[in-house]
T-cell receptor, first 116, second 115 residues
Framework: AQSVAQPEDQVNVAEGNPLTVKCTYSVSGNPYLFWYVQYPNRGLQFLLK??????LVKGSYGFEAEFNKSQTSFHLKKPSALVSDSALYFCAVRDYTGAGSYQLTFGKGTKLSVIP | NAGVMQNPRHLVRRRGQEARLRCSPMKGHSHVYWYRQLPEEGLKFMVYLQKENIIDESGMPKERFSAEFPKEGPSILRIQQVVRGDSAAYFC?????????????FGSGTQLSVL
């Protein structure tokens, strides 16, 4: 079984400061990892993904995430937060075993508030 | 290229009625997924369909819930005899056939309220 943990329900950061939203995962095989963002009354929007290759993945709107296999983590980061980054962020994992699990398992989400 | 289209955006039903939620995937996408989001929770996988086939329904409740994706027309998530606990946001997502393990494209969701 695969699972995702987002240990923080809410993260507050001042505008212009760096932000980190934490995510750890558990899979039996190799992970595909994703970050999605959800604005109020909207569907999820894709931010970035890790499939293979470089551990540091760059995505939309200046976000990046670092895959750490030994710590089973995939934290989302941004060097300088904007007020418009305030939203709900979801980490997700899919276990790629080759035979294939098609389920994308989401964490419970972290609400990011960027304070002007 | 229109995104994933879901309708209605809001659906109100009384207990015991039926709810039908529709999802039209992005053009060229033949894989559809349904997820349910309860307040203060993440998205929970319900079902994965391809045209005319249910691939994985392991997240669907055993009773009252069904899903289809016919050869023509949108995917339908059907909830019979709704109860208050069915109140949630239901999201549909789609992916192209050659990239099923990669990113999903989500619709804006249907908010189901059961009175």
């Amino acid at each position: 079984a695969q699972s995702v943990a987002q240990p923080e329900d809410q993260v507050n950061v001042a505008e212009g400061n760096p932000l980190t939203v934490k995510c750890t995962y558990s899979v039996s095989g190799n992970p595909y990892l994703f970050w999605y963002v959800q604005y109020p009354n909207r569907g999820l929007q894709f931010l970035l993904k890790y499939i293979t290759g470089d551990n540091l993945v760059k995505g939309s709107y200046g976000f990046e995430a670092e895959f750490n296999k030994s710590q089973t983590s995939f934290h989302l980061k941004k060097p300088s937060a904007l007020v418009s980054d305030s939203a709900l962020y979801f980490c997700a994992v899919r276990d790629y075993t080759g035979a294939g699990s098609y389920q994308l398992t989401f964490g419970k989400g972290t609400k990011l508030s960027v304070i002007p | 290229n229109a995104g994933v289209m879901q309708n209605p955006r809001h659906l109100v039903r009384r207990r015991g009625q039926e709810a039908r939620l529709r999802c039209s995937p992005m053009k060229g996408h033949s894989h559809v997924y349904w997820y349910r989001q309860l307040p203060e929770e993440g998205l929970k996988f319900m079902v994965y369909l391809q045209k005319e086939n249910i691939i994985d329904e392991s997240g669907m409740p055993k009773e009252r819930f069904s899903a289809e994706f016919p050869k023509e027309g949108p995917s339908i998530l059907r909830i019979q005899q709704v109860v208050r606990g069915d109140s949630a946001a239901y999201f549909c997502a789609s992916s192209p056939p050659d990239r099923v393990r990669e990113k999903l494209f989500f619709g804006s969701g249907t908010q189901l309220s059961v009175l």
